[in-house]
């Protein structure tokens, strides 16, 4: 026991506080349903029954190609084509990937995990990450407040009763998580700051100018905006301040393409999946892509294939 009563009001504080948080950002990670692709990115009718009867897939691929001149997309496959859902049967958008758990596409998928039952994506990554961090301020709470019993349990300090057990089990529990939780807590802080998923760690987005593992990073201060948002006083709160709208990306290409014009793109914000201010993020070395661009480099390479074809 605690003899102080001033003690016990601390750890009582901070102990529910913390569970509090813990809680609250797990149910969120948990019930937060995964963004998905917007309708925009569904082929028209008419262009999904030609999709669909033909076999060929150069025929097939132009129209996609057709098709992505009115989309802001950037990324491609490792071949270079239009990245596609047969399954969705939609568009994939930048850093969008279909999870086989969940039967969708998830806009800025980060990866599946079974222990919150639910992709995390760009919905709730925020929410994730909190998660992580209170779970381990609570672990850390347990296992600092339990030692001091713990290190009496081993020099024969503690009343012999069964709870002695209790305080060895509760340390050594305590303890495992924290080690765990802390090695995935430090790698998707090392993922927010670099602006990239646990996919796109290990498989890097592919542009114009070939794959680029930091063709989304922005600098550190604003890639953690992009996942927590412009307003501080939200960062440590499981309420949703992650900029953008999931559908498009700022991209900066380390490797400059002479085709490309060095404008700056910005997600629209009428498309914000909440209020959210968007920062503007060009800087003079940067170098980015524009609508027009995009759609200038679609339109040569159709222009390209009809006239190899012709």
Known sequence: TIPSIGEQIVYLIFFHLSFIMFVWSYWKTIFTKPANPSKEFCLPKAEKERYEKEERPESQQEILWRAATSLPLYTRTGAGAIRYCDRCQVVKPDRCHHCSACDMCVLKMDHHCPWVNNCVGFSNY??????????????????????????????????????????????????????????????????????????????????????????????????????????KKYWLLPVFTSQGDGLTFPTRLVNADVEQATVTLHPEADKSAVNVPVSPVSESNNHLLSNNQHANNIGEHLADNTLKSG
């Open 126 to 231: 925020k929410f994730f990450i909190l998660f992580l961090a209170y779970s381990l301020v609570y672990c850390l709470f347990i296992a600092a407040t339990v030692l001091q019993y713990f290190i009496k349990f081993w020099t024969n300090e503690l009343p012999d009763t069964h709870a002695k057990f209790h305080v060895l089990f509760l340390f050594f529990v305590a303890a495992m998580f924290c080690i765990s939780i802390l090695s995935l807590f430090s790698y998707h802080l090392w993922l927010v700051g670099k602006n990239r998923s646990t996919i796109e760690a290990f498989r890097a987005p592919v542009f114009r100018t070939g794959s680029d593992k930091n063709g989304f990073s922005l600098g550190f201060q604003k890639n953690i905006a992009q996942v927590f948002g412009d307003q």
